[in-house]
């Protein structure tokens, strides 16, 4: 079975849409014919500055988020990435081989210290595309499983498998990004052509997963459309209705040429209504199960703890590698 990895971060109560649709969902399909590895990426919450409760809460939401939505850990080794020393260490030895000028060129690092000023960013921020290039590296992963706005850190990575291959000796298989091309970019409700993003978005603009399903059907129905009434999927000069339709057909599995056809003659008040029910029909469940799980802690922290195990000897074995290639003396 081919394998896979891929991570998600703790930095908010709940995932939203963009996650979920643009990589979660694709998690929970790979399982059915890979073997994947999937983790909590709380070294990469910290970043940005975060509250140490916080953090501690959100990582098992997180969690209680994952096996609600479908991750089986039978099929999947779900872990927390702080747990698995592995991934800071192999870090360090990645950043050696990163370029400085390379590293710069990442613009989710652009983006994201644009508002504060670059002086205001961690060096953690800077550096924080290369603790994933380990992170994947790791596990000698076939695909992972992302969203479009990691694409450019997948180059890296695979920049950096290369490197250390032909530096050193063949360690690292070269991961290649299985990113949805339909769900790829899920955008904002009051801002279609931007991404949907927590640190983005306004709260109108975002639909998270836990939220109390009226309000999220509330967004959906208030959510920017454009001009014109016709019900059509064109990114370019309908941006609003066709994320609409995206989230629309991915939700209930309907192609968007269907979608087209059943709303020819209705207009945007009928596709919104519609697309809120679906949502409210979507989320309810979800809620409930994410909010059982978190009360069962002892369940959680068994499935963690079973994933800490077979991340941890995947991850060793490959750091074992890595350092013994790069000239370190193995301890007695
Ligand atoms: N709008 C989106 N459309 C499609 N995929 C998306 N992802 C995030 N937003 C969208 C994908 O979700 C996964 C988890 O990403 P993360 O933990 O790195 O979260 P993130 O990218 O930090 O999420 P945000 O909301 O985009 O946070 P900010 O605003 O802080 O950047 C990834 O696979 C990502 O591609």
């Known amino acids: 079975r081919p394998r896979v990895l891929s991570g998600i971060q703790p930095t908010a109560d709940s995932f939203h849409f963009g996650n979920y649709l643009g990589a979660l969902r694709q998690w929970?399909?790979?399982?059915?014919?890979?073997?994947?590895?999937?983790?909590?990426?709380?070294?990469?919450?910290?970043?940005?500055?975060?509250?140490?409760?916080?953090?501690?809460?959100?990582?098992?939401?997180a969690a209680a988020q994952l096996l609600?939505?479908?991750?089986?850990?039978?099929?999947?080794?779900?872990?927390?990435?702080?747990?698995?020393?592995?991934?800071?260490?192999?870090?360090?030895?990645?950043?050696?081989?990163?370029?400085f000028g390379e590293a710069r060129r990442m613009t989710q690092f652009k983006d994201k210290s644009a508002k504060g000023g670059e002086g205001a960013a961690s060096v953690g921020l800077f550096t924080y595309p290369i603790l994933q290039a380990a992170d994947i590296l790791l596990y000698r992963?076939?695909?992972v499983p992302v969203g479009e706005d990691q694409r450019q850190h997948l180059e890296l990575t695979r920049d950096l498998a290369q490197r250390f291959n032909s530096r050193y000796?063949?360690?690292?298989?070269?991961?290649?990004?299985?990113?949805?091309?339909?769900?790829?970019?899920i955008g904002?409700?009051?801002?279609?052509?931007?991404?949907?993003?927590?640190?983005?978005?306004?709260?109108?603009?975002?639909?998270?997963?836990?939220?109390?399903?009226?309000?999220?059907?509330?967004?959906?129905?208030?959510a920017v459309t454009d001009s014109g009434s016709e019900i059509r999927f064109d990114a370019e000069d309908k941006p609003g209705v066709s994320n609409l339709l995206t989230i629309y057909s991915s939700l209930t599995a309907t192609s968007i040429a269907d979608l087209e056809e059943q709303y020819a003659g209705?207009?945007?008040?009928?596709?919104?209504?519609?697309?809120?029910?679906?949502?409210?029909?979507?989320?309810?469940p979800f809620r409930d199960r994410t909010l059982e799980l978190l009360d069962d802690q002892a369940h959680l922290t068994t499935v963690l703890e079973q994933g800490r195990q077979q991340a941890q000897e995947v991850a060793q074995a490959t750091l074992d590698d890595v350092y013994r290639r790069v000239g370190f003396v193995a301890s007695a």
């Open 169 to 185: 000796k063949k360690t690292f298989r070269l991961p290649e990004p299985y990113i949805l091309k339909a769900t790829a970019k």
């Open 188 to 222: 904002d409700l009051q801002n279609p052509t931007a991404k949907m993003s927590k640190s983005a978005s306004s709260p109108q603009g975002i639909i998270e997963m836990l939220d109390d399903p009226k309000v999220s059907a509330k967004k959906i129905r208030s």
């Open 141 to 143: 992963p076939h695909y």
């Open 266 to 284: 209705k207009g945007y008040g009928d596709l919104k209504k519609d697309l809120a029910d679906v949502v409210v029909e979507f989320v309810t």
């Open 68 to 99: 609600a939505m479908g991750i089986d850990p039978q099929r999947s080794a779900i872990f927390i990435q702080s747990q698995v020393p592995a991934h800071a260490q192999a870090a360090w030895v990645m950043n050696c081989l990163t370029g």
């Open 28 to 61: 929970v399909d790979l399982q059915r014919d890979h073997s994947p590895f999937f983790f909590i990426a709380d070294l990469h919450a910290i970043t940005v500055e975060q509250d140490p409760r916080q953090l501690r809460e959100r990582t098992l939401r």
